[in-house]
Each structure stands twice: as structure tokens, then as C-alpha cells.
């Protein structure tokens, strides 16, 4: 067995192409605010004891999306976020995240760049894509794009024995996980179309489609590196769907007001990346804790 890169370094290298391939595509890099004045409510964020009261990111959107304008219609950040759960070997207290928001994107163009992005850093393999929406037609006979979902809530909790009094997002997630994700051992796969109901109500819905959102994930080798979705333009349509959820909150509102202000262009696409999720699988690793510097401090 060769013996594993030196984690650093790697680290370095992967941040060096992500920053000269988006420098090539005209991104622009910005910087957004780590510590926030919103409180997302329990569990959301990690209080930190500035000024005022502040709050950790645990994504960097949408104060990235506000960032996107006429003269500047494409925008990048790569910074620290945190997590208020314990961690483990694929989550950390604090990583990295690499977001980004372009104007005029469209889907395809958006995975197009997303493995721009990572496929260098991920030579061993070469992507597959894997459509929700039409797995949930062949195991359930509901055609989202022309039907509601239905009792889909009920019949995905039965078929994996969870409970079905759980909200649909999480049915929903634990189900993906289990039943597609699962099967990405050694491969790369865009997971696509996404069914209403989930956990990212701002991703737009599909023309023509009744419950498919222009959504996806990267999963390679069973760990998510990618996820990303073009944003609503139909705004009420998005507050409908995040409230639904419990997903509406104080930093979406400001982004959809500087929308509707018409200060920021409604057609954005955004994806984010992982950092050190980056590096551990282009080592062939499982385990981010080797690209986490510095953890004695």
C-alpha cells in the first residue's frame, strides 16, 4: 500500500486548483460574515459570546447570495462553518466549505461545474448520475413530474421501518441514504431530481414538472462532497415551501427582499463542497480528521 499524502499539502493543492479553475470560470472570491446576528433557532447554530450576541454560520448562504449583481454575477467564499452536533469521522465542530453563487446558471451548467471542480482531485473515478424521480416512479409508481406525491410519505417510511409521524424530509433523507446513497460504494454519482418536501425548499422547481426540484448531490463512495440547485424565482412559491418545513428564517428573508428589490438577479444557481470531505476520498480515506489542522489547539 502507498503511503498516504502528506494531509497539509494535499490540502493546499486541492484549495490552490478549486480558487484557479474558478478563477478561470470569472468568479469572483468575497467574504460574508462567520459569526451572524440571526439565531436559527435550537440546534441551528453555535452561539459565539461577540457583540451583541452572534451566531456561527453553519452553511455560508445566502449572505453569498446578496454579494451577486449586475457587474459582479458571479461570487465564491471559502471559509470556516461550524456544527452544534458531536462529530465524527465524516463531521467536524469546524470545516471548510467552498460556496458559491452564479447568475444565468443553469442546472446542467451547474453540474457541469461542480465536476470542473472536483474531478480533478478525483481521477479514479468517473461520474454516474441517478435520477430520484424516476427511482420513485419504478419502486412506487408515482410519476412526480406530472403528479403530486401523494402517499408517497407513507410508503417510503414502510419500505425502510421508519416512522411514518416523521416529518417528509426526514423520511425522505434517512431513505436516500439508505436505499441510493448505499449504492455509491467505489462509484460517483449525481443524485438528480429531487421531490418537493425535502430539505432545501429554495431550489427551483423544474418547468413543467408538478413535485421535482432542480436539485442534486454528488456522492462518491458513499459520502456526500457536492450539493447544489438553481434558485427559485418565483419567490412566494419558495416562502410557501420553507415554511412548510420549518426551513423559512431571518437570512433568507434579507436575500429575498435585495431579490424582489431587485438589487440581486433572481436566476442564481449555487453549489457547495466540503473541503476536507475533498481531500479525505481523493486520498481514498473515510476519515476527515487527518485534514483538520492544528486539533491540539
Known amino acids: 500500500m502507498s503511503a498516504l499524502p502528506d494531509p497539509i499539502r494535499l490540502k493546499a493543492d486541492v484549495l490552490h486548483g ?13 467574504v460574508t460574515p462567520v459569526a451572524r446576528r440571526a439565531d436559527l433557532g435550537p440546534g441551528r447554530r453555535v452561539p459565539a459570546a461577540l457583540h451583541e450576541g452572534r451566531h456561527l454560520r453553519a452553511m455560508i448562504g445566502p449572505a453569498l447570495r446578496v454579494n451577486v449583481r449586475a457587474d459582479l454575477p458571479r461570487v465564491y467564499e471559502i471559509g470556516p462553518c ?11 465542530s469546524e470545516f471548510t466549505m467552498l460556496d458559491l453563487y452564479a447568475a444565468g446558471l443553469t442546472f446542467e451548467g451547474l453540474i457541469g461545474l461542480a465536476w470542473r471542480l472536483v474531478g480533478p482531485h478525483l481521477t479514479a473515478y468517473t461520474p454516474d448520475r441517478l435520477s430520484i424521480t424516476d427511482h420513485v416512479r419504478d419502486a412506487f409508481g408515482i410519476d412526480l413530474r406530472t403528479e403530486p406525491l401523494g402517499d408517497l410519505h407513507t410508503r417510503m417510511a414502510a419500505r425502510i421501518g421508519a416512522d411514518a409521524g416523521e416529518p417528509f424530509r426526514d423520511v425522505l433523507g434517512l431513505y436516500i441514504a439508505r436505499e441510493l446513497e448505499a449504492g455509491t460504494a467505489g462509484r460517483a454519482v449525481f443524485l438528480t431530481d429531487y421531490p418537493t418536501g425535502g430539505d432545501e425548499p429554495c431550489a427551483r422547481l423544474a418547468p413543467g414538472t408538478t413535485a421535482v426540484l432542480e436539485r442534486f448531490e454528488l456522492i462518491v463512495d458513499g459520502v456526500e462532497l457536492v450539493h447544489g440547485y438553481t434558485d427559485e424565482t418565483d419567490t412566494a412559491a419558495f416562502t410557501d415551501r420553507a415554511k412548510a418545513v420549518g ?3 431571518a437570512e433568507q428573508q434579507l436575500a429575498l427582499d435585495a431579490v424582489e428589490a431587485g438589487a440581486v438577479p433572481a436566476d442564481t444557481a449555487g453549489l457547495g463542497i466540503g473541503i476536507e470531505r475533498l481531500c479525505a476520498v481523493s486520498a481514498g480515506l473515510r476519515d476527515i480528521t487527518p485534514f483538520l489542522q492544528s486539533p491540539q489547539f
Do not use: G, W
Not at 478549486?18 to 468575497?30: C, D, K, Y
Not at 461550524?82 to 467536524?92: I, K, V, Y
Open 18 to 30: 478549486l480558487r484557479a479553475l474558478l478563477h478561470e470560470e470569472r468568479f469572483t472570491e468575497v
Open 82 to 92: 461550524f456544527r452544534p452536533e458531536a462529530p465524527d469521522a465524516l463531521h467536524a
Open 247 to 249: 426551513l423559512y428564517d
